[in-house]
């Protein structure tokens, strides 16, 4: 198996269209089979008003195939804070995943405030 229970991850959801929603989920694998995931952690969802991603307070359950084309999955350190993680601005401009005690993961790869 690629991915195992307990892994943490970051997925992006590739939008389709400019007006679709930006969204992104942070968590923790509780169970895996063939392409199927199941995740335990956070939504993200972007606020074109505050230009910035922001977290649901709520934990929630999700389901992912790793088969679909319009995901960018990030593998997190086992040491990552889920309850802690949130996106922040350095001082480029940059977006970056963090928790502030473990790990940074920048997600600007194709430019700023993408």
Same mark, same amino acid.
């Given at each position: 198996? !690629? ?18 929603? &930006?969204?992104?989920?942070?968590? /923790?694998? /509780?169970? =895996? $089979? ?12 972007? @606020? @074109?008003?505050? *230009? @910035? ?6 934990? &929630?359950? +999700?389901?992912? #195939? !790793?088969? @679909?084309?319009? !995901?960018?999955?990030?593998? !997190?350190? =086992? ?5 802690? /993680?949130?996106?922040? #601005? $350095? $001082?480029?401009? &940059? ?8 790990? *940074?993961?920048?997600? *600007?790869?194709?430019?700023? *405030? +993408?």
């Amino acid at each position: 198996m !690629l991915i195992q229970a307990g892994e943490k991850v970051h997925i992006i959801t590739r939008r389709l269209f400019e007006s679709d929603l &930006r969204r992104h989920f942070a968590g /923790i694998v /509780i169970g =895996a $089979d063939g392409s199927t995931l199941r995740l335990s952690g956070f939504a993200f969802v972007f @606020d @074109d008003g505050l *230009n @910035d991603f922001l977290r649901q307070d709520d934990r &929630r359950e +999700r389901i992912f #195939s !790793l088969t @679909d084309a319009g !995901l960018v999955i990030n593998l !997190l350190p =086992a040491s990552a804070n889920l309850d802690a /993680i949130r996106y922040i #601005s $350095d $001082d480029q401009g &940059r977006r970056i995943l963090t928790d502030e005690e473990t790990f *940074n993961l920048n997600i *600007n790869e194709f430019g700023i *405030n +993408r």
